[in-house]
C-alpha cells in the first residue's frame, strides 16, 4: 500500500463530523445554516479555533498580507507545498459546508497522515482564503485572486461594506489579532493546488454519484442592459407615442432567453446559460408606463466562443430594439474566461476517487464542470490545479438548508486525502 | 346674446391667471411644480384660501362628511344645482392645473356672472374633491366617489397613510378647522356636471386643437401576476433544470404586449392599451435564477368587450407558460368599466367651445376619450356630467414640467362658462 492510500484509509468520519460541527458554530444559525461573512467578529473567532486545531495537529500557522492562512506539515524535502483548502467565510445566510468543508477537510488530510504516522515528500499546505464570497466586500474571492497576483490587493483594501468599513481597515484589525501567527510572502510557489467543495448544483445528485471530477470552470460574462423610454401615464397615453422601457426590455430579454434553450444536456457538455436576475424598473408604478429599466445578465459556458456569439447577440438584440435612438445600452461590468483543469492533475484525482467510491460500493466518479467560481478558479494562473465536488442535496447552496449527507462528505475528504498525499510524493 | 354668451364673454384672462398663480403658491416648488397632497397642512390652507375667495365673489360655503367644499351661487328657483370642479390636491410632485385648474375655472364662472350682472335658473356650484390623487390615501376620487356613493366612506375612513395617519382622522381634523362652514348632504341631487381638466395626454396638443369635448372614459382593469420559479445558483444550474420566474414572465408579458400593438390610431378610436408598470424581482441578485416575480398589468380601452379578450389571453397566457404546475397566478385587484358621457351634455359642451374657439381664431374643438380616471367618471353614476379638456404641453402630467398655456386655459374657462350657464338655463 503507497502512503497516498494509506492517508486515505485513516481518513476519520467522527473526526471529520466533529470539526465540521465545531466550526459550523461559529456563526450558527437554528434553522442549521450560518452566517459569518469575511472579517466579522465571528469569522476572527473562527480563524482562531481553526490557528488552535492546526497547531495540536503540530501544523506551522502563517498568514499573509491578504489574511490568507496556512497551515503547513513539512515535507521531507524543503520544495514548493501541495495546497488545498477553501474558504471558511459565509454568504449573510449561508450553510456549513460552502467553504468551510474543503478547509476542515485539508486539516482532515493531515490528521489522518499524522495517524498512519507517514511522511510525504513535499510539504502539504492547508489555505482559508479571506473573502470568498464577496457579498461584504467586493468583488469575491480577493484572498485567492490577490494571492496569484498581490497587486490586486492595494484595490480590494479600498472595498467598503454597507456599514461604510473599508476592507483594508477590517483586514488589518484581523492581521493585529494574529500577531503570533508570522506573515508569510504572497505568490509563493506551489507545487499544485487541488480544491474540495460541495457541488452547490444538482449534477451529481441526478447521477447518484458521490465523487465529481471537476474538469474545469465555465467562462462567465456580466452585463447591464439600460433600456431608456418616457415615463408617462397609463392612461392618457396613446400606443402609437409610447416610449416603454419594459417593452424594449421584454425584447431583448426574449431574444436572449431564446439563445438559451431549457432542455437537458449531458453533464460536462458546453451549454449557454443565461440569467436575467436583477431588474430595477422606474418608476414602477402600476398605471405610469416605465422610463427606465434596467437588468443584468449572466451569461456562461464552458465554451468561450459561444459566449462571444451570445455577447454579439446581446448587443444585436439592444441595437435591434433601440430603433432610432440609443434606447438599449450595453455594459459588460465582469468577465472571466473558462478554467480548464490540467489532464494530469485530473487523473490523479480520479484514481483517489475511484479507489474510495470503489471501497464503499458507490458509483465510481464522474467529470463534470463547475458553474460556481471558486478560489481554485484563480490558483489555475499560479499552478497545476483542479478540484474535487461532492453532491448538493436538491442542488441547493447559499442557503441555510444546504446539505450533504456525512458518508459523501467522507468520501470526499477520502479522494482528496490520496490526490494530495499523491501530488506531494511526485 | 343669451346669458350664457354673456358668461363666456366676461371670462377674465388677468383674473383667472391670478388665481392660478395664488393657489398654486399653496405647496409651489421652485422648478414650477407643486407638492400638495391631500389634508396636508399645505393642503389645509389652500382650502381655507378658496373657502375666502369664493367668499368675497359672495358664494355660500358648505363641507360635506368626506371634505368635499361646495361654493354656491343661487339661481333665480330653488332647483337642483349645475355642478362644476374638480380637486386642489395634487400627487407627491404634481403639477399647477392638475385639478386646480377645474376648481379655479368654476370661481372664474361665478366671477363672470358677477360681472355681467346676471341670474341664472338653477343655482351654480363649484366643487373641490377632496384626495383625487390618492396618492397618500388610497383609492383615489374618493371624495366623489363618496358623494356619490356615501356608504363608501367609512372604508375610506380606514385608509393609511405611509405616516401612519387614518384618513378618518386627517378628515376630521380638516372638518373642525372649517367649524365656520355648515356641513351639507352627500349625494344631493345635481342637475348635471362638468368638468374641466387638462388632458394630460397628448391628444390635442398634436391635433393643434385648443379644446376637447370628451364623450367618455375609458373601461380599466388592473391585474397582479404572480410568476414562481426556484430560486438558484445561475451558474449551476443546467438550463434543463431551471425553473426561471422571469422566464415565466417574460413570456407571458410578451403576449400581453402583442396583443396591444404599438400603432396610431385615430384619437376616440378604441384601442387597447397595456402596460405592465410595477416588477418586483426575488431576490433580485446578478447571479441568482429570479425565484419570484410578479408583475402589474394596467389594460385600458373604451370598449369593455375587448377589454374581455384582453383578460381571458391573460389567462390562457398564464396557463401556457405554467405548464403543469401554478407558477403564474392572475388577481384583479380593480376595475372599472367605461363611462360613456350623454350626448346632450356633449352637445351643449361642443357648442361652448365652438364659439369660443371661433372667435380666437382657434381650431374646433374635437371630441376625444379620456384615458385617466377623473371625479367626473363618478358623477356620471349621479347625474348627466361630461367633461372639458384643454392640451397638455407634451402631453406631460403628475410632473412639475406639467404645462399649459394661458390661451388655452381661457379658452377651456370660456367654454366652461358657456356650457354652466346654458345647463343652468335649461
Request: aromatic letters at 6%.
Amino acid at each position: 500500500m503507497n502512503i497516498a492510500e494509506l492517508a486515505q484509509d485513516h481518513v476519520s468520519k467522527d473526526r471529520l463530523n466533529r470539526t465540521l460541527v465545531e466550526l459550523a458554530q461559529f456563526g450558527g444559525r437554528s434553522d442549521g445554516g450560518v452566517s459569518r461573512e469575511t472579517l466579522t467578529d465571528i469569522d476572527k473567532a473562527s480563524r482562531r479555533y481553526l490557528i488552535d486545531y492546526a497547531r495540536s495537529l503540530g501544523c506551522t500557522v502563517s498568514i499573509d498580507d491578504c489574511g490568507n492562512l496556512f497551515f503547513r506539515r513539512e515535507g521531507l524535502q524543503n520544495l514548493p507545498p501541495v495546497l488545498t483548502g477553501s474558504h471558511a467565510d459565509t454568504q449573510p445566510v449561508g450553510g456549513k459546508y460552502d467553504g468551510a468543508y474543503g478547509v476542515l477537510a485539508g486539516l482532515e488530510v493531515i490528521a489522518a497522515l499524522n495517524e498512519a504516522g507517514v511522511q510525504t515528500e513535499r510539504p502539504i499546505e492547508v489555505v482559508s482564503w479571506t473573502n470568498e464570497e464577496g457579498s461584504r466586500f467586493g468583488p469575491g474571492a480577493m484572498g485567492s485572486s490577490a494571492f496569484v497576483q498581490p497587486d490586486r490587493l492595494a484595490e480590494y483594501r479600498q472595498s467598503v461594506d454597507p456599514q461604510g468599513i473599508r476592507f483594508g481597515n477590517a483586514l488589518d484589525e484581523a492581521l493585529a489579532e494574529c500577531a503570533d501567527v508570522p506573515r508569510v510572502a504572497m505568490a509563493r510557489p506551489m507545487a499544485a493546488c487541488v480544491e474540495l467543495h460541495i457541488e452547490q448544483g444538482p449534477v451529481l445528485e441526478s447521477a447518484g454519484t458521490p465523487l465529481g471530477v471537476v474538469s474545469g470552470i465555465q467562462a462567465v460574462r456580466w452585463f447591464t442592459v439600460q433600456c431608456t423610454g418616457t415615463m408617462a401615464h397609463a392612461g392618457t397615453t396613446p400606443m402609437g407615442v409610447r416610449r416603454d422601457a419594459m417593452v424594449i426590455a421584454n425584447a431583448i430579454a426574449n431574444e436572449l432567453y431564446a439563445l438559451a434553450p431549457r432542455t437537458a444536456t449531458a453533464p460536462g457538455t458546453p451549454e449557454l446559460r443565461m440569467t436575467l436576475g436583477r431588474w430595477q424598473v422606474e418608476p414602477n408604478s402600476v398605471n405610469t408606463i416605465p422610463g427606465r429599466v434596467e437588468f443584468t445578465v449572466d451569461m456562461r459556458s464552458l465554451d468561450d466562443s459561444e459566449l462571444d456569439a451570445a455577447e454579439q447577440a446581446l448587443y444585436a438584440a439592444c441595437k435591434k430594439h433601440s430603433g432610432e435612438s440609443e434606447a438599449a445600452v450595453v455594459s459588460k461590468f465582469f468577465h472571466r474566461a473558462p478554467t480548464y483543469f490540467p489532464e494530469g492533475m485530473l487523473q490523479v484525482i480520479e484514481k483517489g476517487c475511484t479507489r474510495a467510491s470503489g471501497k464503499s460500493g458507490c458509483h465510481p466518479p464522474m467529470r463534470l464542470t463547475s458553474g460556481a467560481f471558486h478560489d481554485a478558479m484563480y490558483l489555475a494562473d499560479h499552478c497545476p490545479t483542479a478540484m474535487i465536488f461532492v453532491p448538493s442535496v436538491n442542488g441547493i447552496s447559499h442557503n441555510a438548508a444546504e446539505e450533504t449527507d456525512l458518508k459523501d462528505l467522507v468520501l470526499g475528504v477520502q479522494a482528496l486525502a490520496y490526490t494530495v498525499v499523491a501530488l506531494a510524493c511526485e
